[in-house]
Nanobody, 127 residues
Framework: QVQLVESGGGLVQAGGSLRLSCAAS????????MGWFRQAPGKEREFVAA????????YYADSVKGRFTISRDNAKNTVYLQMSSLKPEDTAVYYC????????????????????WGQGTQVTVSS
């Protein structure tokens, strides 16, 4: 089992940047695929980005490609989401998620593929 705690959310103006962090504790973090999802009011939770346990494979939703970067530091048991050129439509609660990996390059994009979730951190982008 792994416990996840997100941080770094806040209020930012459009065009600004934020870096979210997700600290993991429990089982071997380096063997988990990590993902970021978000949920805006009245909308379903949507995929944002994912990274393989090796860090060598990443994938992004089209809506954030070129603006967001996912990374991980297995020595610190932490995954990051660097968000730049933020838009009001990026406003949401952002969640990190973890799922045991069986290969170094595998990753998942579906919320149902992840077993462990953090409590979320609010990101608000003002226009």
């Amino acid at each position: 089992q792994v416990q996840l705690v997100e941080s770094g959310g806040g209020l930012v103006q459009a065009g600004g940047s934020l870096r979210l962090s997700c600290a993991a504790s429990g089982r071997t973090f380096s063997r988990y695929i990590m993902g970021w999802f978000r949920q805006a009011p009245g909308k379903e939770r949507e995929f944002v980005a994912a990274i393989s346990w090796s860090g060598g494979n990443t994938y992004y939703a089209d809506s954030v490609k070129g603006r967001f970067t996912i990374s991980r530091d297995n020595a610190k048991n932490t995954v990051y989401l660097q968000m730049s050129s933020l838009k009001p439509e990026d406003t949401a609660v952002y969640y990190c998620a973890a799922e045991p990996a069986y290969s170094g390059s595998a990753l998942y994009t579906g919320a149902n593929d992840y077993e462990y979730w953090g409590q979320g951190t609010q990101v608000t982008v003002s226009s």
